[in-house]
């Protein structure tokens, strides 16, 4: 993806977390270096202030090596669409049939559709296309959330109706906006670059 579009958000401005915080409320402890932001240091996951309903989202990310790990110990951090469905970050590199609870996954609902997964080491991009739950007058849902993805360019998740909330979701609102959150999982993910493009619910009826 090119420039940042004008109307976008910066969610992270590189120097500070300034409009971040704790799913407590408390401030975001995250080590900020040089542009970049480190999960892994005890300070738990971090929410932004600001919440959106349809968007798409841009966000940059690096596994760590980890040789020695495995499974959901490698490189395990998370991106929480809404604060409610994560999108699973890991060191997925080379997994010849990714799982649903692999690099890319919607967290134990989807698989990616292929491995677009670079090395640990590597900066890699999430493009993704977030459309909310839309829900009826009674507060029923008719339409579930639905997420278009590229993994580094290439497409990994083809317009998917999500199940629902993901383990770990902030709570299950789904007819409010929610924020982005990002998982501490213990191990240090970093990020840089994200920023966001709110979007309109429909577009004109005009022809
Ligand atoms: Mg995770």
């Not at 993994?151 to 629902?164: A, K, M, R, S, T």
Request: charged content about 20%; some cysteine.
């Amino acid at each position: 993806m090119g420039a940042i579009p004008e109307n976008a958000v910066i969610l992270f401005n590189g120097k500070d977390l300034s409009n971040w915080h704790t799913r407590s409320g408390d401030p975001a402890g995250w080590d900020v270096t040089d542009g970049v932001i480190t999960a892994g240091g005890g300070a738990g996951d971090i929410v932004s202030d600001q919440k959106f309903t349809d968007f798409t989202l841009h966000i940059e990310l690096m596994e760590p090596d980890m040789p020695e790990a495995s499974g959901q110990g490698k490189g395990n951090s998370g991106v929480y669409l809404q604060g409610r469905y994560e999108v699973q970050v890991l060191d997925s590199y080379g997994i010849e049939i990714p799982g649903k609870g692999d690099c890319g996954a919607i967290y134990d609902q989807f698989a990616p559709l292929v491995n677009a997964c670079k090395p640990p080491l590597e900066w890699q991009i999430y493009d993704i296309a977030f459309r909310a739950a839309r829900l009826d007058d009674d507060g029923n849902v008719i339409d579930q959330a639905r997420v278009t993805m590229l993994q580094n360019d290439i497409l990994i998740h083809n317009n998917i109706e999500l199940l629902g909330v993901t383990g770990g979701a902030m709570d299950d609102k789904v007819g409010e906006p929610g924020p982005i959150l990002l998982q501490d999982h213990g191990n240090p993910v970093k990020y840089r670059n994200i920023w966001i493009l709110p979007l309109p619910l429909k577009g004109s009826d005009k022809y």
